[in-house]
């Protein structure tokens, strides 16, 4: 009997699945090549993992959907259950990987390693980083020290957290960095090393799954703005608003004063910041009006928190606040 890792892998589309038709052309096509194009390849370099794939989308991750979302979910919770897998991989587009990945992170038990992967440059590319990537994540997935780290995202030879990771450069394949951690382990196509103990071994699911997300609009922050920003944004089913503010969450007085308005409604305010690195912390107006510092989450990540926690039913803005300020 073969010890070699049994690995689920759960293809969505994106670049790594992309191609061009030719080299030198800049367009490209996501979501082209199926998944056991990858696998073969993985196979015909001697890898030693026992691979199958299950097609869930083939899109560019801008085009991700709350369905596909569940889809995934239902597809790892599954085989979190199913002895015969030892790790799961989801091939993804880079656009929204860090939002699926931290939704996926919030909603899944840690027993199993969970995997996202994806490339900056198409299958087709000279010098592509997608098979490079891949086969990093499946030696990723296939090690179970994996597990008890929640969710982790693989590209250009490092392993970053959920929470941690954000697409930082238009293009490059080091596009991702992680904040406030920046790599939990790095790795090869022959070499695994992880920097620290698993944090979180047999985690049960923090969050269950929405079944429907609540609406959320991002407040982006400019010079200039007046409430008008705000309200265009608003529908009647909103139920929280995260600001991408200027610096720490700032934003103007007249914006601060909107904000406090709808937190009196009861819609939740959680202040993010536009900039791309550093911590939200909490300043006054927080507690005078009910606001939450988002703390080392960016605007579309503390998006999918707040969703998260408004369909788990927690709108009270001290337990929004400890859930941003877990790790
Ligand atoms: N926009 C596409 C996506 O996110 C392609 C970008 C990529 O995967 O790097 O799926």
Known sequence: MSSAANILILATGGTIAGTAGSAL??????????????IEQAESLGLDANLTGQEIAAIGSEDITPEIWRSLYRACSNAMVNEGIDGIIITHG???AEETAL????TLPTTKPVVLVGAMRPADAVGTDGIRNFLNAVRVASDPDAAGRGVLLVMSDRIISARDARKAKTSGVD???????DAVGTVTPSSLD?????WAKGRAARYAMPTDFPHVPILYAHAAMDRSAVDCL???QTRGLVLAGFGDGNAPEAIFDRLAE?????????????????LVD??????QHGFVAARGLGPAKARILLQVLLANGISAPEEIQAAFDKR
Do not use: H, M, N
């Open 25 to 38: 052309k800049r367009d490209y096509r996501p979501g082209q090549i199926g998944i056991s194009t990858f």
């Open 103 to 106: 939704l996926l992170d919030l």
């Open 94 to 96: 880079t656009d929204t």
């Open 234 to 236: 608003l529908t009647d």
């Open 194 to 198: 992880w920097f620290g103990e698993p």
């Open 282 to 287: 909490r300043i006054p107006l927080d507690s």
């Open 175 to 181: 596009a991702f960095k992680g904040f406030p951690r």
């Open 262 to 278: 709808l937190a009196e409604a009861g819609i939740s305010i959680v202040r993010a910041s536009r900039v791309d690195e550093g």
